[in-house]
Structure formats: C-alpha cells, structure tokens
C-alpha cells in the first residue's frame, strides 16, 4: 500500500464561465501539482464537486485524468453515498481501468446505526473489483464512522484503509493503536497531517494540495525522517490560510487560491457560489503572508 504514503490531493473539477468542465485547466492542474510533489491523484471526491458531476462529466473527467497522467501517479476514485445499491451500480457502471483504489464516504443524511455504516461498507467491499478506502467525515455526513466500527472494517481484506476527517484526535489514535498493520490511516483534515503522521498515519488526502502541494511535500519528508519539529514548521505555515479554503463552502475557497496562482478560474456550480470580493481579499492578503513565511 507504499502507493497511497504522503499526499493524495482531492481534485477541484475546473470549469469555465458555462459551467462546463474546462480540461485545458485541469491539465494545468495535473501538471502543477505532480510537478510540486503530490503523490496520487484523488478523482471525484467532494472536493471535485461531484454531487454537481453528472455520471458522464465523471466518466470523462476520469478518462481526461488517465489519459493526462504523465507522471504515472496512482488514481483513487470518488464512489460513495447513502443508497448502497446506487454505491453498488455506479462501481459496475464505471470503466475503472487504470484506478488504483475507490474512496467510498460513510452514508450521509440518512444518518445510519454503526451496524448500519459497518454492513454499508461490507457490502461494498465484497464486490469491488478494487479496494476500498473508508471517508469519515462528520461534518458532512452527520454521523460519524467510530473507531471501533473502522477496526472492525479494517479486518476487511478488500478495505486498505481511511480518509479520516472527524478532527478528532482521540479517535484516531484509537484506530493508529489498534489497526491492522497494513491499513493505512490518512489524515482527511489538512491541519491534523503532521499530527497523523506523529501517532503512525502515512499520509493525507488534501484540498489545499491543489494549491500548496510543496509544503505537504516537505511535510512528509521530515514526518518520515522523523523529524517534527521541522515538519510543524510547515503545518504551522497553512494556519492562517487554511481555514478560508472552507468559508463559503469547498471548493469555493481552494479555487480562488488556484484563480490567483493562474491554474484556473474559480467557477463553481451551483448551488455554490464563486468567492465573494471579502474571501478574496482574505485569501489574497492569507497568501502574501504565506509566502513571507520562513520555514
């Protein structure tokens, strides 16, 4: 599972002002962040604004991903929801060659029992034709995926490992503790990646990879040289800026970072809305600040 160590980065889908995706931009986006060190592509996670995606636009948008990887990277894709047959039909309808693994969200809204969410995930796994990386993140889902239901998920052989999004610390060394020793526990809070990597994590799934991908970059080599102290230099440097990536709701943010850096506009689709002139002020002045820093 070497693969998915250090920074997998949570693709923006890139669209012009139609609201179409723009893949000249996307291109840009793949070329960047593999240039500056990310170690595989997420395809389709929220972060790429997939509940706006229609199941073609994904099929496309994977093919484009595919077809575009110079860098060779590993591709992990966005299947997940709350209907476990519809989870079930869109990984049999989905040309899934040349995808490493599928990154599969704890079912949102309907807010199931722990048994529920742990016979969810059992069922996708025993019939993914590619291993399944759990996403817990509460925030989003209402409920939250528990330590002990992810342990018992973890003895899965088709169930590699977890994007882990609560920001609770706790919770997550309760699973680096116990798990088995291959499954891979993956900071899914951009804030908490040196923390993971601290208690044994081996990585991140990262919004503001998209962006900023040489600082995770440096965060993994030093958390892995075992060097901390240095890597927190890094982490501390994404604290003022971080929190504006979630403002107006993700991807808004990350994609008026992209805007001012010339990788893409910062079209989203609606019911989002591109960032107001506050948030870019805000983003803007964040950057500068950013950048000044010594690390």
Not at 171 to 192: N, V
Request: charged share 20%; proline share 5%.
């Amino acid at each position: 599972m070497k693969k998915f160590y250090g920074t997998g980065v949570a693709l923006v889908t890139p669209f012009d002002l139609a609201g179409a995706v723009d893949y000249k931009s996307l291109k840009k986006l793949l070329s960047f962040t593999a240039k500056y060190g990310v170690d595989y592509y997420v395809v389709m996670g929220t972060t790429g604004e997939s509940v706006t995606i229609s199941p073609a636009e994904k099929q496309e948008v994977l093919n484009f991903v595919k077809k575009n990887n110079t860098a060779k990277l590993p591709i992990v894709y966005g299947i997940g929801g709350n209907n476990t047959q519809a989870v079930l039909d869109a990984i049999r309808t989905t040309d899934l060659t040349g995808v490493d693994a599928i990154l599969s969200v704890s079912p949102y809204y309907n807010k199931p029992s722990q048994e529920g969410i742990y016979q969810h995930f059992k069922t996708i796994a025993n019939t993914s034709p590619l291993p399944i990386i759990l996403y817990n993140v509460p925030g989003r889902t209402a409920s939250n995926l528990t330590a002990e239901t992810t342990l018992r998920l973890a003895a899965h052989k088709n169930i590699i490992g977890i994007k882990e999004a609560s920001g609770n610390l706790e919770q997550c060394m309760r699973i680096a503790r116990s798990k088995p020793k291959d499954f891979l526990l993956i900071s899914g809070d951009d804030l908490l990646t040196v923390p993971i990597y601290a208690i044994g994590g081996k990585g991140v799934i990262s919004v503001l990879a998209n962006a900023l991908p040489q600082a995770f970059k440096k965060m993994k080599e030093f958390s892995f040289a075992n060097n901390f102290a240095k890597a927190s230099q890094y982490q501390f440097s994404l604290l003022d800026i971080n929190g504006l990536m979630y403002e107006e709701s993700n991807p808004v943010g990350v994609k008026q970072l992209l805007n001012q850096l010339g990788v893409c506009e910062n079209y989203v689709r609606l019911p989002l809305l591109p960032a107001s002139a506050g948030l870019k002020q805000k983003i803007e002045s964040a950057y500068r600040n950013y950048k000044k820093q010594k690390r």
